[in-house]
């Protein structure tokens, strides 16, 4: 069993930056894929970001690309969210989530891909 907790939300003006991280409760999520998805109030979880477990593949929503960064630190066991020039319509909740994967260069893209997820960390951004 994983299980994955989210910190470092808040509420950030726009234009601001903030780091989310994703720390896992298991020995290893070393082979495990990571993903990033949001929920904003009234809406459905949408998919930010994913990393392989071999940290060479990424993949980000067109909302997101060129201003959020993904990372893992393995040796951690931990999932990074950076964000920056935020906008207003970030404003969420943002979950982390993992799955087991065989292929070291895989990444997933949907939701119901995932085995694992956290609580959740709010993301508010004001205008």
């Known amino acids: 069993q994983v299980q994955l907790v989210e910190s470092g939300g808040g509420l950030v003006q726009a234009g601001g930056s903030l780091r989310l991280s994703c720390a896992s409760s298991?020995?290893?999520?070393?082979?495990?894929?990571m993903g990033w998805f949001r929920q904003a109030p009234g809406k459905e979880r949408e998919f930010v970001a994913a990393i392989s477990w071999s940290i060479t593949s990424t993949y980000y929503a067109d909302s997101v690309k060129g201003r959020f960064t993904i990372s893992r630190d393995n040796g951690k066991n931990t999932v990074y969210l950076q964000m920056d020039r935020l906008k207003p319509e970030d404003t969420a909740v943002y979950y982390c989530a993992a799955v087991s994967s065989a292929n070291p260069g895989n990444f997933y893209l949907r939701a119901y891909e995932y085995h694992y997820w956290g609580q959740g960390t709010q993301v508010t951004v004001s205008s």
């Open positions: 298991a020995r290893t999520i070393s082979r495990h894929a």
